[in-house]
């Protein structure tokens, strides 16, 4: 219970004495409108609890002795149970593949067509590499239908979907999307032990979510694979999101069991915000903390000044907030940017652990571009009001200047933030209010308007106009 009374919200498990009916995972996001389906849907509702429970559980944790607790990889402080290891096993296989499938020699634009093989091999290895990595009571976890499919072929429509396309030799955040699903059905599968509330959860994080992201670096180098539905230098990041929200929870004020999550300041002794744009802060903090690891990783592939190739994190790097007010904006953001994008979750498939069904409790969300960025077939209600219309969030950015030459809504400023210096609106994102109940949720006060410290002398400019104090 938090201290207002309320209960902290976790993915439910399913009864392992009561039948279910597995279903075949399938596509089911078609158009752009089938965008505002899935956000009122049971599959949108889990996806949100379990990703709110695995970073309520990376917040540092109070000591009776007045310290924190923080949890950084590597370190003694987290214990990984028979499940993680044995995660941890199945990702050290497929690591291994790589050296069977080496990169194609030659010069090449695009990404390597050994990319192809690799994940042929993992197919055709796929049931057997589940079947050697997960107990077998989870896997054949029969169907109520007779003859119909057990477990084993939801987890592995997941498990496929996490490791980027063969077609088009890319990885985004959609197939990140893809484990997050396999690691919440296996937790519904009662497959991760119970125990003390946010203890497993700190185990996932850092003892397999953290090892696919660095399985997933090494494959984008190795095959120079292609950022899918990148938006260059006007996202977050080409590939991932993930490792921004929970680093950035490890950076957050520590919390006990009846706490809210806050919604600003950060750790004692936690590196600024601004310490991306130094590399030898990068460096040392990449080691142990998500955030800065994603953060390395762009310095591993890209070169020039941080702020020409990576905008929206330097803008985000000038909050003077904390990371907690960090932490729940990049909450916001997945939802605006990853899950209500139709390139991202177009080719989601659901079934019965992930249901297309809606959820009754759903409230449904507000119209905006990042619903309706697809193939549209059926009529839409023309708006009344000024918003953006279908296509506009795929437009160049530079495609809308003024006629000052200034770019009227700019893309690269962080989302959460409610205005500019000059008084230009920020773009429209979701009503997130629909978001699943309980003290993770990021919207339970207004946050984005709660200012800052004010900045001291010396501080460093920000480009973020956002970012300064008023």
């Known amino acids: 219970m938090t201290t207002d009374g309320r209960a902290v919200r976790n993915l439910p498990k399913l009864d392992p004495s009561a039948s279910h009916t597995f279903i075949e995972p399938v596509k089911r996001i078609h158009e752009g409108q089938d965008v505002s389906t899935f956000l009122v849907s049971k599959a949108y509702t889990d996806i949100m609890t379990f990703l709110l429970q695995l970073n309520r559980s990376m917040f540092p944790m109070k000591q009776a002795d007045g310290t924190a607790q923080a949890w950084l990889y590597g370190s003694d402080a987290v214990q990984f149970s028979a499940p993680i290891r044995q995660l941890q096993r199945l990702l050290s296989k497929l690591e291994d593949i790589i050296q069977e499938v080496p990169p194609d020699t030659g010069p090449r634009r695009f990404g390597n067509i050994s990319f192809r093989r690799w994940h042929e091999v993992l197919e055709s290895r796929a049931s057997e590499l589940l079947r050697e990595c997960l107990p077998t009571e989870l896997l054949e976890v029969p169907s109520s239908e007779a003859g119909g499919p057990t477990a084993e072929s939801e987890l592995r429509a997941y498990f496929l979907g996490s490791w980027g396309s063969r077609q088009r030799l890319d990885y985004g955040t959609g197939h990140e999307l893809s484990f997050m699903a396999f690691l919440a059905a296996i937790w519904k ?116 000044p941080f702020w020409e190739h990576s905008p929206m994190l330097y803008d985000i790097s000038g909050i003077r907030a904390g990371w907690g007010k960090i932490n729940k904006g990049m909450i916001k953001m997945y939802n605006a940017e990853v899950l209500s994008k139709f390139p991202v979750v177009q080719h989601f498939p659901f079934g019965s652990l992930f249901s297309f069904e809606r959820d009754p409790n759903a409230i449904p969300p507000l119209a905006t571009a990042h619903a309706t960025s697809g193939p549209q077939t059926r009529p839409t209600r023309p708006e009344a009001t000024t918003r953006p219309g279908a296509d506009a969030g795929t437009q160049a950015p530079w495609a809308s200047m003024g006629p000052t030459g200034r770019i009227p809504t700019a893309p690269t400023a962080a989302p959460w933030a409610t205005g500019r210096k000059d008084g230009t609106s920020m773009p429209i994102l979701p009503d997130t209010s629909r978001l699943p109940p309980g003290p993770m949720a990021p919207t339970r006060a207004p946050w984005a308007s709660a200012p800052g410290p004010a900045a001291q002398p010396g501080d460093g400019p920000t480009k973020a106009p956002w970012a300064k104090p008023s």
């Open 189 to 304: 599968l009662n497959g991760f032990p119970t125990s003390e509330a946010g203890v497993e959860e700190r185990a996932i994080v850092l003892g397999v979510i953290e090892p696919y992201l660095e399985l997933i670096r090494s494959l984008i180098k190795t095959y120079t694979l292609e950022p899918a539905g990148s938006h260059g230098v006007w996202g977050l990041d080409d590939n991932s999101f993930i490792p921004y929200i929970f680093g950035s929870a490890q950076f957050s004020p520590a919390i006990n069991e009846s706490d809210l999550t806050p919604e600003e300041g950060s750790l004692p002794n936690a590196p600024d915000p601004g310490g991306v744009v130094k590399a030898n802060i990068v460096e040392r903090e990449r080691k142990t903390n998500l955030y800065f690891s994603a953060v390395g990783f762009i310095y591993d592939v890209k070169k020039g």
